[in-house]
C-alpha cells in the first residue's frame, strides 16, 4: 500500500468509502499501488492497468485499456468519444462496488492479461481528424503558423482541433483559433503555461 494514496483518500472530500472499497479489490489483484496523476493508480510490470478517480456525479475505475476488453456485463463507459483507449466503470455508492466486486476483479485480470499480451490499441492519427474550415483558412494563409502547428506534437494538435470544432457557430470556431495563434507559433499546446 503506498502512503500517497493513503493520504489520497484521507484528502478526499467525497468518495472515502467507494475508494477504499476498489482499492482493496484492486490490490487483492496482486497489482501494484503507485500515484500518478493525482489518482491511485495501479500497475503489472510496471505497465499501467487501471486507475480510481473521482468526479461530482460519480466515482470510476478507469482501465488505460478498457477498449480491447471484452464487456460481457456491459459496464464499460467511453468517457467522450475522443477517449480512443481507456474506458471507465462508474459508480455512485460503496453498495454498487460490492455488488459488483466480482465481476471488478474479473475485468482486473482480463486487463492484466491484455497487457502481457503485449495487445495495444490502434490509435487515430491526428491526420485522421478533421481540421476545421476556420482553422484551415488561417493555416492557409499563415505558412509560419502552419509550420508552428506541425512541429507541435501529435497530442497537442489533437487537443486544438477537438477545442476548434466543439462550438458549433462558426463565430466561436473562429474566435478560439484566434486567440491560440500566438501559442501555437510559441509551439506551445493548449493547456501550456
Not at 32 to 52: H, M, R, S
Amino acid at each position: 500500500m503506498n502512503p500517497k494514496v493513503d493520504a489520497f483518500i484521507d484528502r478526499a472530500q467525497t468518495w472515502q468509502k467507494e475508494f477504499e472499497k476498489l482499492r482493496a479489490i484492486i490490490l487483492d489483484c496482486g497489482l501494484t499501488e503507485e500515484f500518478k496523476w493525482g489518482q491511485p493508480c495501479y500497475a503489472y510490470q510496471d505497465k499501467n492497468i487501471v486507475l480510481i478517480h473521482g468526479f461530482k456525479e460519480y466515482c470510476a475505475m478507469l482501465f488505460f485499456k478498457g477498449a480491447l476488453m471484452s464487456d460481457a456485463d456491459g459496464i464499460l463507459i467511453q468517457q467522450t468519444e475522443n477517449v480512443q483507449s481507456a474506458r471507465q466503470v462508474r459508480f455512485t455508492n460503496v453498495k454498487e462496488i460490492t455488488k459488483l466486486e466480482r465481476v471488478l476483479k474479473a475485468y482486473v485480470y482480463q486487463a492484466i492479461e491484455v497487457e502481457k499480451a503485449g495487445l495495444k490499441v490502434k490509435l487515430k492519427k491526428t491526420k485522421d481528424y478533421a481540421v476545421p474550415e476556420e482553422f484551415q483558412k488561417k493555416l492557409d494563409k499563415t505558412p509560419k503558423l502552419k509550420k508552428a502547428f506541425e512541429a507541435l506534437t501529435p497530442g497537442r494538435q489533437r487537443a486544438y482541433l477537438f477545442y476548434f470544432s466543439a462550438p458549433k457557430l462558426s463565430k466561436t470556431r473562429e474566435s478560439r483559433v484566434d486567440k491560440s495563434v500566438k501559442q501555437i507559433l510559441a509551439g506551445k499546446g493548449l493547456d501550456d503555461d
